[in-house]
Nanobody
Framework: QVQLVESGGGLVQAGGSLRLSCAAS????????MGWYRQAPGKQRELVAV???????NYRDSVKGRFTISSDNAKNTVYLEMTSLKPEDTGVYYC?????????????WGQGTQVTVSS
């Protein structure tokens, strides 16, 4: 049973910072990438940032230069450092882990953590 446990969300004023963490526990192998998605009220879930097992990163344009994704592969943990936060960053942030085994592709999701940025 694989579980992703997120932490670090909260309420912050515009211009502030938050650090999200997501730890994967259980039997999980062959991770290809770990990432963060977010969903604002009334909007679709969108990719925020992703990091591959090799350390390559990719960000959505609106967070480039403000957010930094990192990981600790030994601990199966991914982090998202968010700075210069804006009200439009508000939403539920979900951690995602995906990989491939002989059974095919797998995707695991966290329960989500709320990030609220006040103006």
């Amino acid at each position: 049973q694989v579980q992703l446990v997120e932490s670090g969300g909260g309420l912050v004023q515009a211009g502030g910072s938050l650090r999200l963490s997501c730890a994967a526990s259980g039997s999980i192998v062959n991770i290809n990438a770990m990432g963060w998605y977010r969903q604002a009220p009334g909007k679709q879930r969108e990719l925020v940032a992703v990091i591959t097992s090799g350390g390559s990163t990719n960000y959505r344009d609106s967070v480039k230069g403000r957010f930094t994704i990192s990981s600790d592969n030994a601990k199966n943990t991914v982090y998202l450092e968010m700075t210069s936060l804006k009200p439009e960053d508000t939403g539920v942030y979900y951690c995602n882990v995906w990989g491939v085994t002989y059974r095919g592709r797998y995707d695991y999701w966290g329960q989500g953590t709320q990030v609220t940025v006040s103006s």
